[in-house]
Nanobody, 115 residues
Framework: QVQLVESGGGLVQPGGSLRLSCVAS????????MGWYRQAPGKQRELVAH???????NYADSVKGRFTISRDNAKNTVHLQMNSLKPEDTAVYYC?????????WGQGTQVTVSS
């Protein structure tokens, strides 16, 4: 079973940047596609970016060109670089396998974009 711990969230002004990190343990991390998901208040959780085991990436239209997902298999870590942040990016951000494993959801990290 994969255990996931997210970090790097915070309060940032519109137009600012944040870099999220997710450390995975308990599984062969490099074999799996990983995703960053987010859930805003009153909304369903959505996939915003994913990266395959081979490093191919894909993004939701709402974040394309602003967010970049990357992974470091040696450190069992996946990152999400978020630039040009907008108030509508405010949410709790989670990482998980892609497709996600229900038992692997962590606590997430809160991102708030506000002036």
């Amino acid at each position: 079973q994969v255990q996931l711990v997210e970090s790097g969230g915070g309060l940032v002004q519109p137009g600012g940047s944040l870099r999220l990190s997710c450390v995975a343990s308990g599984s062969i991390f490099s074999l799996f596609a990983m995703g960053w998901y987010r859930q805003a208040p009153g909304k369903q959780r959505e996939l915003v970016a994913h990266i395959t085991s081979g490093g191919s990436t894909n993004y939701a239209d709402s974040v394309k060109g602003r967010f970049t997902i990357s992974r470091d298999n040696a450190k069992n870590t996946v990152h999400l670089q978020m630039n040009s942040l907008k108030p509508e990016d405010t949410a709790v951000y989670y990482c998980n396998k892609e497709p996600p494993v229900k038992s692997s959801w962590g606590q997430g990290t809160q991102v708030t974009v506000s002036s």
